[in-house]
C-alpha cells in the first residue's frame, strides 16, 4: 500500500486525498484549518499543523511517504517554503500544486519533481497515477467514463485480445495497443488491435470505459 503525504486542505487538496483513500492508499493529510479537517478526518487521517514548520512534516511521518502533493493555494510562501521542507526531508517524490507559471517556475528551481496547474490536472486523474503504478495516463471523458494508458496486467500477457475479452470481462474497449520497438531508442509502435493481437510484456494498452472499471483492471 502505498504513503501519501498531502498538505493543503482545500477543494483540490480534499478531493485528491478523497480519490487516493478510495483507491486503496494509506493518506495523510495536513492544513491548519480545524474545519477542513474534521471533515477530511472521516476519510484519511488529518493532522491540524502547520507544515512550513519542518519538524511538522517529520513528527507526522511524511519521511516515509512513497509520494508527497503541496496542494497549498494562494499562499505562495507557505507553498514554496513547505516543498523545500518536503526535499530536505528526503521525499523522493515531491508534486506541487503552482497557481501561475512564475509560482511553477520557483517550484521547480526548489526542487519539485512535478510542478502541476488546478486549472489544467484534476485531482483524480492525479490520483490515478500515484495510486496505480500500472496507469500511465488518465484522462476523463465524462463523468463517469475515461480513457486510460495502462501497463498490460500480468493477468492477460500472452493472450490474444480475443482470449482476454476485456470487452466482455470488464466492458472496457481497446483502442489500441503501444508496443515497444525493436531498438529501445525509438518511439513505440501505435497497433490498431485485431481480435488475434497478442498482449506481449511490455505493451501498453489505450483503454476506453467506466472509470470505476479502469480502476478494478489497475
Known amino acids: 500500500m502505498k504513503r501519501i503525504g498531502i498538505v493543503g486542505a482545500g477543494r483540490f487538496g480534499i478531493s485528491l486525498a478523497e480519490s487516493l483513500a478510495n483507491a486503496g492508499a494509506e493518506v495523510v493529510l495536513i492544513d491548519r484549518n480545524r474545519p477542513a479537517m474534521q471533515q477530511a478526518g472521516e476519510f484519511v487521517t488529518a493532522l491540524q499543523a502547520d507544515a512550513t514548520q519542518p519538524h511538522v512534516l517529520e513528527e507526522a511521518g511524511f519521511g516515509e511517504c512513497d509520494v508527497v502533493v503541496v496542494a497549498i493555494g ?4 507557505a507553498s514554496v517554503m513547505t516543498t523545500a521542507n518536503c526535499k530536505e526531508l528526503g521525499i523522493p ?7 501561475s507559471e512564475l509560482h511553477g517556475k520557483i517550484l521547480k528551481r526548489i526542487g519539485a519533481d512535478q510542478v502541476i496547474y488546478p486549472d489544467r490536472d484534476s485531482a483524480h486523474r492525479l490520483a490515478m497515477s500515484i495510486a496505480n503504478h500500472n496507469v500511465l495516463d488518465f484522462y476523463e471523458v465524462s463523468d463517469g467514463y475515461s480513457i486510460a494508458e495502462v501497463a498490460a496486467p500480468e493477468s492477460i500477457v500472452g493472450k490474444t485480445l480475443a482470449e482476454a475479452d476485456l470487452r466482455k470481462k470488464k466492458n472496457l474497449t481497446v483502442l489500441c495497443i503501444r508496443r515497444p520497438d525493436a531498438d529501445p531508442k525509438k518511439p513505440r509502435k501505435v497497433i490498431i488491435p485485431q481480435a488475434d493481437d497478442m498482449i506481449n510484456e511490455g505493451d501498453r494498452l489505450i483503454l476506453f470505459g467506466e472509470t470505476k472499471k479502469l480502476d478494478s483492471l489497475a
Open 74 to 77: 494562494s499562499n505562495m510562501e
Open 93 to 99: 517524490n515531491v508534486v506541487a500544486k503552482a497557481t
